[in-house]
């Protein structure tokens, strides 16, 4: 980060803070801390907001909770997480917070290569989540064709991919494999799709590499473009145009640390927490997102920027981790393993925990007829683990598929099948 970012982010945290005297959850929260004379002042006296927090503020303070800066008519947007990780949160912006999410995603599509004259289709249901819902807008003021995807079965999106010479797909990780899967399935022919760009957010696949690669064999002339961003933070990062699975945070409009999960002190690899310096209707203030990182070594990147670079994207998330005979296993480790094995159409792991002790797993669904595809992929993660995690196969279709983010990962009570 240059000196000169470094003084705007103090700039817009002193503003902030400003704003923030007549938001009541954060006027409780940093009663006496008045003004900010340095960032490293700001690491070291402003605590934490944790999602635990919010969902206690917005069941005291219902329907939204106490995190709101200005009285209620001044919001024109509702938003809701999607409850993967817990309790749903409510989220209330104003047209100001609106319009500084639409310039981030803005970015992520400059950084993209997307411009006016691209077509993008969204293939997602436009619920209550933040979801797409600024992209789309994003996409429409920067002179492209916004074609929403809402309510229609795969077969019926590929078709207006093709039909409208769709150049560019948005939607998750998980659903840009089952589209493709689907094309085989029912023979839509996509090798001479227009399709160049897909932008991926939701789960961490958009950087994990074997997912990637999967992806992009079944979108040929297409490249895979991550992303991520969360319901009560905006959209944070974009895909570095030069350096393959690295997201840059915008760090015009957010002051990102790295912290290690544990102490909370600075760490090279731990968890990422944000401030956004534009959202002031419905602000975060060192929010711990439980976003797992590795932070980037170099000052200044090959693409020109000076942007926090996360290396590899999104890792992993702190709740997502499980201790299996000693070993710490993130999903991302397993989907990689699980990607790079050819033949696997969709897959399931279950965790199941009997005295204290917990372990996985594995149902794949083969995309053909092939008799050692579970001996194949237990191997894979035996060399790769160095565990045994036994691998069965389920009839094809038998596993849910996601158009949203995914939820593989469920736990089984023990003496259940």
């Known amino acids: 980060m240059t000196a000169g970012v470094q003084a705007e982010q103090l700039g817009k945290l002193r503003a902030?803070?400003?704003a923030l005297r007549t938001n009541a959850f954060y006027s409780r929260k940093l009663s006496g801390l008045e003004e900010i004379p340095d960032l490293a002042w700001f690491r070291a006296h402003v605590p934490f907001t944790t999602k635990r927090e919010l969902i206690d503020d917005q069941r005291a303070h219902p329907p939204y909770g106490s995190n709101l800066t200005?009285?209620?008519d001044r919001y024109t947007r509702f938003s809701q997480t999607n409850g993967t990780t817990g309790t749903p949160l409510r989220w209330l912006d104003t047209a100001e917070s609106w319009e500084w999410m639409i310039g981030n995603w803005k970015q992520v599509f400059q950084a993209a290569g997307v411009g006016a004259g691209d077509r993008v289709f969204f293939a997602?249901?436009?619920g209550p989540f933040l979801g797409f819902w600024v992209a789309?807008?994003?996409?429409?003021?920067?002179?492209c064709l916004a074609i929403p995807g809402g309510g229609m079965?795969?077969?019926a999106r590929l078709r207006a991919i093709l039909d409208n010479q769709v150049t560019v797909l948005c939607c998750t990780p998980t659903y840009a494999l089952h589209l493709g899967d689907a094309a085989i399935e029912d023979r839509i022919d996509v090798s001479h799709s227009k399709v160049r760009r897909i932008i991926v957010a939701g789960e961490p696949g958009g950087s994990i590499k074997s997912t990637q690669a999967r992806i992009e064999e079944l979108w040929p002339g297409a490249r895979v473009v991550d992303h991520h961003g969360m319901t009560e933070v905006g959209p944070v990062s974009y895909a570095c145009p030069k350096r393959d699975r690295v997201l840059h945070v915008i760090e015009s409009s957010y002051f990102a640390e790295v912290i290690d999960p544990i102490t909370g002190e600075a760490s090279e690899r731990g968890e990422l927490v944000l401030t956004n310096l534009g959202r002031t209707g419905s602000p975060l203030v060192r929010y711990r997102?439980?976003?797992?990182?590795?932070?980037?070594?170099s000052e200044s990147c090959e693409c020109g920027t000076c942007d926090l670079a996360l290396e590899g994207g999104i890792l992993a998330r702190t709740d997502d981790m499980v201790v299996i005979r000693g070993v710490n296993l993130y999903p991302s480790a397993i989907e990689d393993i699980v990607r790079a094995c050819d033949g696997i159409a969709e897959y399931r792991v279950e965790i199941r925990t009997e005295r204290s002790l917990s372990e996985l797993r594995i149902q794949v669904e083969p995309a053909s007829s092939d008799a050692g595809l579970a001996h194949r992929l237990e191997s894979s993660l035996r060399d790769a683990l160095g565990l045994r995690i036994p691998v069965a196969t389920v009839p094809h279709g038998s596993l849910p598929r996601f158009e949203m983010k995914a939820q593989r990962w469920i736990r089984v009570t023990a003496g259940t099948q």
């Open 16 to 18: 902030l803070f400003r």
């Open 70 to 72: 200005y009285s209620l």
């Open 124 to 126: 997602f249901s436009f």
């Open 136 to 143: 789309f807008e994003a996409a429409v003021r920067m002179g």
């Open 153 to 155: 079965r795969s077969s």
């Open 289 to 297: 997102t439980g976003d797992i990182v590795q932070r980037g070594t």
